[in-house]
Each structure stands twice: as structure tokens, then as C-alpha cells.
């Protein structure tokens, strides 16, 4: 799989990461990196980053390391922890790192930093192989 190619692909196609603002900013075979900045739309009522937001930048750059093997994929489970609360955050960083990858099933260590480096988040996330090739699920 071209790498190059996936990380423009998902960096121009899809319209709920760009309204967020997420880019993918590294893809290797079984790792990712992205970042977003953290806008006033991004935060709950007490002015922190929502943990919606952050749930969703740890599972897309999970997905994508997921999918950097060629084969479309789909969560199908996570064990999440919010850790630090983003109080002053105003950018964020996820990283996606390989522990396993099996025949259907593959899982990854996401993690997702401020600005400062403060880590906010830490999960496990499986995906499951949807059993198709990326040219066939375009």
C-alpha cells in the first residue's frame, strides 16, 4: 500500500475530520500521527477539550494505522482513560502504535497530548479487517 497516497486520501476525503480540522501528519506501516487544533466548538461547558473529541482524534488515528496494511477496518472495541482534563489546550496530538496484528483482528496504543505535552488520554483499540482491499472500498 502506498502510504504517501493513504495519508492524502484521508487528509482530503473525509469530511468529518476536516471539519475538525484533524490531520494525519505520519503513516507507517502499522503506526500514525495526527493533530487538530482545539477550537471553542471543541470544548463541554466547563472549557475543556470535550472527550468526544478526544475519543474521536485517538480512534481515527488508530483507524488509520490500522488501515495503513491495505485493508479497510471498523472499531470494534476500546478501553479508554481520560487522564488529564485540556484545560488550556490549544492543539492536540495523537500517536498510534502497533501491538498486535492478527489474521481479522488488529491492536493499537493511542495516545493523545497537548500542546504541552500533557498527556490527556491513553487507549487500547481494536479494529477488525473488513476483509476487503482499499481499491475495492473506494
Not at 36 to 45: A, F, I, K, L, Y
Not at 94 to 111: F, N, P, T
Not at 127 to 138: E, F, V
Amino acid at each position: 500500500m502506498d502510504l504517501t497516497k493513504l495519508k492524502e486520501e484521508v487528509n482530503t476525503s473525509h469530511d468529518f475530520s476536516q471539519k475538525l480540522g484533524l490531520v494525519i501528519t505520519r503513516v507507517s506501516q502499522g503506526s500514525a500521527e495526527s493533530e487538530m487544533p482545539v477550537t471553542e466548538g471543541c470544548c463541554n461547558p466547563f472549557r475543556t477539550v470535550h472527550g468526544g473529541i478526544l475519543f474521536t482524534i485517538a480512534d481515527v488515528t488508530g483507524g488509520v494505522a490500522a488501515y495503513s496494511y491495505g485493508s479497510p477496518v471498523c472499531t470494534v472495541d476500546s478501553d479508554f482513560h481520560y487522564l488529564n482534563a485540556g484545560l488550556r489546550s490549544t492543539r492536540l496530538y495523537a500517536s498510534a502504535q502497533e501491538l498486535k496484528v492478527g489474521k481479522r483482528l488488529l491492536v493499537y496504543d493511542v495516545s493523545v497530548r497537548d500542546q504541552t505535552g500533557l498527556l490527556l488520554c491513553k487507549g487500547t483499540f481494536t479494529y477488525s479487517k473488513l476483509g476487503q482491499t482499499a481499491q475495492a472500498a473506494r
